[in-house]
């Protein structure tokens, strides 16, 4: 049964910086593909980076690009953490962990649709 729990969130003040870690399990490492997407009450949610485990490859929405670094762990299979540095009000949501399994690393950055989401967890940044 494939599972994905995440951690880490909180709270902070601008200029601050989280780090949220996800941990998939019942994969297939080799093809692994994992993110985030975050969410605010009323709006669409927002996929916001996506790592490809075998070719490396990574995505970053405009607006955290520079800020944030998603990585898997090379020690743990199926680990990805995403460090958030100066961190702003407009950061403020409840962030999802996603996983899935690609072959193809740009199919798993373009990607749309993820098989299995974690539950949330909430990142608020105070100005």
């Known amino acids: 049964q494939a599972q994905v729990v995440e951690s880490g969130g909180g709270s902070v003040q601008a200029g601050g910086s989280l780090r949220l870690s996800c941990v998939a399990s019942g994969f297939r490492y080799s093809s692994m593909c994992m993110g985030w997407f975050r969410q605010v009450p009323g709006k669409e949610r927002e996929k916001v980076a996506v790592?490809?485990?075998?070719?490396?490859?990574?995505?970053y929405v405009d607006s955290v690009e520079g800020r944030f670094t998603i990585s898997p762990d090379n020690a743990k299979n199926a680990t990805v953490y995403l460090e958030m540095n100066n961190l702003k009000p407009e950061d403020t949501a409840m962030y999802y962990c996603?996983?899935?399994?690609?072959?193809?690393?740009?199919?798993?950055?373009?990607?749309?649709?993820?098989?299995?989401w974690g539950q949330g967890t909430q990142v608020t940044v105070s100005s």
């Open positions: 996603v996983a899935d399994t690609w072959r193809s690393g740009s199919s798993c950055l373009t990607a749309t649709v993820y098989s299995y």
């Open positions: 790592v490809h485990f075998s070719s490396r490859q990574t995505y």
